[in-house]
């Protein structure tokens, strides 16, 4: 059985078995080269960090919840990695995303990959997992040391975030069980604005300045602080499904209170949040397929989880025992 784009739906008990195609050299450079199409983002697509409304609070721990955490370093994509691939939505399709994406964890990801190769592969995280982290990357006017070369459209260039937070968190309602190696976990919808605006609950914006204020659009942060990118993954699970054909209905979000829906149980909830030095009143975006205009409602991340069962099981036994840990 396959699932949208000809990728699999793997189930925790059948297997598959793809055939692994080299990419070339010339996919990386339509990963970060002129696309000279793209238009956006709209000045309504901003707004002052201060006219956002605070946001409501997260849901309070209950007996029996668990409040562990555990962070992984795997850095903040120093080295550059980019490619206009989607594994996820877009297995086996060369640039199938229309914009490019920033990689941390697993070096190797691309439309071709498999478990295999994904197993095999080097990791920027420092204990080894090799995990595939992914987000589009952000783009902002001027360039400096560090930063990819202009290509774009408009004088934006690819910036390299200050910081990279990858934490996994529990349940405020119960224990959390150890994900299976290899579950997909994708959130937002690349395709939102086309689409009227679905799968866009999650989508999070704020400034290092007052992190209570949430937003879905573009924050304009005061002189001196960073703008703030924050994914929450889905983490109830199925059971069954490392992956579905919509990429969604086999990982889900809990309810308003935390717990998860019937049918399914909390795994480690993933947690980014990525930090830009973007100058105060700059006309950044991320980017994106170009009908979508560079929206911030189009902000999307990608996750496969690729650590070892017993680091996995580590993460769990951290979250469940309420300790904060780091790789």
Not at 124 to 147: E, H, I, K, M, N
Not at 214 to 233: A, K, M, S
Request: aromatic residues 8%.
């Amino acid at each position: 059985m396959t699932g949208f784009g000809g990728r699999p739906v793997r189930s925790v008990w059948v297997g598959y078995v793809v055939i692994a195609v080299v990419v070339a050299l010339w996919a990386v450079l339509v990963a970060c080269g002129d696309r000279g199409d793209h238009t956006g983002p709209a000045a309504t697509d901003f707004v002052a960090i201060a006219d956002v409304s605070v946001a409501e609070p997260a849901v309070a721990p209950k007996s029996g919840g668990s409040t562990g955490t555990f962070r992984e370093d795997c850095g903040r994509n120093q080295r550059g990695i980019h490619n206009s691939d989607n594994i996820i939505i877009s297995p086996g399709v060369t640039g199938g995303a229309h914009h490019a994406h920033d990689y941390v964890g697993n070096v190797s990801t691309n439309a071709f990959s498999t478990d295999a190769s994904l197993a095999a592969a080097d990791t920027t995280c420092a204990d080894g997992d090799r995990s595939t982290y992914f987000w589009p990357v952000l783009l902002a006017p001027g360039g400096s040391a560090g930063q990819s070369s202009p290509g774009h459209g408009g004088n934006l260039w690819i910036q390299v975030p200050q910081s990279v937070l990858i934490e996994f968190r529990g349940s405020p309602v119960s224990n959390v069980v150890a994900m299976p190696r290899f579950l997909d976990a994708f959130t937002g919808n690349p395709h939102a604005v086309t689409e009227g605006g679905t799968g866009t609950e999650h989508v999070q914006w704020s400034c290092s300045g007052d992190r209570t204020r949430i937003t879905r659009q573009y924050p304009l942060c005061g002189e001196g602080q960073q703008v703030i990118r924050i994914f929450d993954f889905p983490s109830c699970w199925n059971g069954k499904s490392l992956d579905s054909p919509n990429h969604k209905s086999h990982l889900v979000y809990p309810d308003a209170a935390g717990a998860c829906p019937g049918a399914t149980f909390p795994v480690p909830q993933l947690h980014i949040e990525l930090a830009y030095a973007v100058p105060a009143g700059a006309r950044y975006a991320v980017d994106s397929f170009p009908e979508e205009m560079r929206n911030p409602i189009t902000d999307h991340a990608g996750f496969i989880n690729v650590m070892p069962d017993e680091l996995m099981t580590t993460v769990a036994e951290c979250i469940n025992s309420g300790r904060q840990c780091t790789a």
